[in-house]
């Protein structure tokens, strides 16, 4: 990890978004106090009114995270589940 390179957090909840140094632990969420999320570089973040764009963000997260069998984390098992059955029969 490149010391000084900015990497971006999100927090799914309450649609926050912060730059920062890599930290040891990912930052903690002014609202919630949950850990941020880190996302990818390059990835746009919706403004924070674009509902269907953070579910849309969240989404290709999730399928993203299911092709590459990767153990990236967005959200507590029971957040996801929240959010599915939020989601379901739900045009984005
Ligand atoms: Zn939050």
Redesign the pocket.
């Known amino acids: 990890m490149m010391v000084g390179q900015k990497h971006t957090y999100v927090?799914f909840?309450?649609r926050?978004s912060a730059r920062c140094e890599w930290l040891a632990s990912n930052p903690l969420?002014?609202?919630?106090n949950?850990q941020?999320t880190q996302l990818h570089n390059g990835i746009r973040i919706p403004r924070r009114k674009d509902a269907k764009g953070w579910d849309r963000l969240w989404l290709s997260l999730i399928e993203r995270q299911r092709k590459e069998r990767v153990r990236w984390y967005y959200g507590s098992d029971s957040f996801k589940r929240w959010k599915v059955e939020k989601l379901r029969g739900r045009p984005i």
């Open positions: 927090c909840h309450c926050a969420c002014q609202h919630y949950r941020m």
